[in-house]
């Protein structure tokens, strides 16, 4: 499930609350190279504004214009049904809306009536929990239940069982330049980005670049790992370069459920620090294997700028590991 589907819910909800029809469109199937994976989400309101996207834009121009017309000649919302539709069921309509690689959608269109389950889903996945939404398409029936990381959609023709999980969410220390760089870079990933830096002249400098989207989080970084209690959705990355701040945040991360872990430094500085930290630590061969370091991919940064693109770039290769190879391919529109 992607942040991008959590804004389409919560759009959805606010056109509702105005007063406009609005219908989901997600995407069950896919065959060949679809620009958009299994779960994907589209809102479409009354008067054909959209939020999400099923395709790239492939389809979407006729999937808004035969649902808008259909939102605004039905007479009763309230009877319609959810349904399914495909694109690209021949070569010919393949082509005609532009499918890359002769591929094919199929997707289940529902009128959205009661928004009481958008509410939960957008609050259980801002307190970090996993939510599965099975969806009944004989009736339009909506119920919610806990997920577990490593869940799949599923759909037997009958039933809709989707996953929304929390936001990914990347902790810093330190609030050098540095970090405002690779905070910059997350928050357009659309990342929670969380900063933490206990030395006070730090905390004025992030203050004054005032990064929108970015919380500054009081406290020491052991105390502030800690409290967060990091799950599979949180990336933490070291970058004081001072160990005291860093082994600090190191020592709680390591041993927590963050999906990456990386500290500023070079390679003479990382070894030291895993002997120091195994030394007086007790910190397992298992735990300091998870650690990135010198963090971020081997592009030959030199400036900040450049040093946040290869982190932030680690961050999304690891985020993205657990992909399978269809998905990778659809997400890049071109199969091999």
């Known amino acids: 499930m992607e942040s991008l589907d959590l804004r389409v819910l ?18 069950v199937e896919t065959w060949g190279s679809a620009p ?10 009354d ?24 939102l605004n000649q039905s007479t009763d919302a309230q009877s319609t049904k959810p349904s399914m539709m495909a694109y690209g069921v021949s070569k010919e309509e393949a082509a005609r809306f532009g499918l890359p690689c002769g591929g094919t959608l199929r997707l289940v269109q529902e009128p959205l009536h009661d928004t009481g389950w958008i509410r939960t889903v957008l609050q259980r996945t801002a307190d970090h ?12 029936a909506v119920a919610l239940h806990p997920a577990a990381r490593g869940q799949a959609m599923q759909f037997d023709g009958t039933t809709l069982t989707t996953l929304f999980g929390p936001r990914w ?22 990342f929670e980005v969380l900063v933490c830096d206990p030395r006070e002249e730090y905390a004025a400098v992030l203050e004054m670049a005032a990064v929108p989207g970015v919380r500054r989080v009081e406290g020491m970084p052991d105390d502030v790992v800690r409290n967060l209690q990091p799950d599979a959705h949180t990336a933490i990355v070291a970058l004081t ?7 600090m945040a190191l020592l709680e991360a390591l041993g927590s459920d963050a999906f990456y872990v990386g500290a500023l430094g070079s390679r003479r500085n990382q070894e030291a620090r ?12 298992a735990q300091l294997a998870r650690l990135h370091g010198p963090v971020g991919l081997k592009i030959g940064a030199r400036t900040p700028a450049e040093i946040a693109v290869s982190i932030v770039a680690e961050i999304i290769q690891v985020k993205n590991t657990v992909a399978t190879p269809a998905v990778a391919h659809a997400a890049s529109g071109c199969a091999t």
Do not use: N, Y
């Not at 958009?36 to 309101?45: H, I």
């Not at 504004?49 to 259909?70: F, H, Y």
């Not at 939510?131 to 009736?139: E, G, I, Q, Y």
């Open 274 to 285: 895993k002997q120091r930290l195994a030394e007086h630590f007790d910190l397992t061969e």
């Open 10 to 27: 919560g759009d959805a909800l606010a056109w509702k609350q105005a007063g406009h029809a609005v219908t989901l469109v997600t995407v």
């Open 129 to 140: 929990q996993l939510v599965a939404r099975t969806l009944t398409l004989s009736t339009g």
């Open 36 to 45: 958009r994976p299994p779960g994907a989400l589209l809102a479409v309101r």
């Open 169 to 190: 969410r990347l902790l810093l220390i330190g609030a050098g330049q540095l970090s405002q760089a690779v905070a910059h870079m997350a928050t357009a990933l659309d």
């Open 241 to 247: 370069h001072d160990p005291k701040l860093d082994d």
């Open 47 to 70: 008067d054909g504004v959209v939020s999400g996207s099923v395709s790239g834009g492939c389809v979407e121009d006729d999937l808004i214009a035969r649902t808008k017309a259909a």
